[in-house]
Nanobody, 124 residues
Framework: QLQASGGGLVQAGDSLRLSCTAS????????VAWFRQAPGKEREFVAV????????YYADSVKGRFTISRDNAKNTMYLQMKSLKPEDTAVYYC???????????????????WGQGTQVTVSS
């Protein structure tokens, strides 16, 4: 029900935009988020955008470089990534949940729906 796309191989300093398209969900009411997982590391929170109000929150490591947005008419959310660094290399996953509470939205446990992941590789 979630399809992530847009990953690729880029150089440090480049930009990339990820997309996540939902199907079978009333997308506009869902909180949707991006997580990432690097080899040998745990999955970590990247950014989230609420369904109601569209408030956004970011991990400190990406704040000021990444922008999360959504287009409810297209059932799609985006992650615009700028000034990419080698440490941004990971598989990026999109996630969605209708009832995620504010205190839990940075936790992967809060999300019921997950995309398949898209690889982002940043070379130095």
């Amino acid at each position: 029900q979630l399809q992530a796309s847009g990953g690729g191989l880029v150089q440090a300093g480049d930009s990339l935009r990820l997309s996540c398209t939902a199907s079978g969900l009333t997308f506009s009411v869902y909180t949707v988020a991006w997580f990432r997982q690097a080899p040998g590391k745990e999955r970590e929170f990247v950014a989230v955008i609420r369904g109601s109000g569209g408030h956004t929150y970011y991990a400190d490591s990406v704040k000021g470089r990444f922008t999360i947005s959504r287009d409810n008419a297209k059932n799609t959310m985006y992650l615009q990534m700028k000034s990419l660094k080698p440490e941004d290399t990971a598989v990026y996953y999109c996630a969605a949940d209708r009832g995620a509470i504010l205190s839990a939205i940075r936790s992967s446990d809060a999300y019921d729906y997950w995309g398949q992941g898209t690889q982002v590789t940043v070379s130095s």
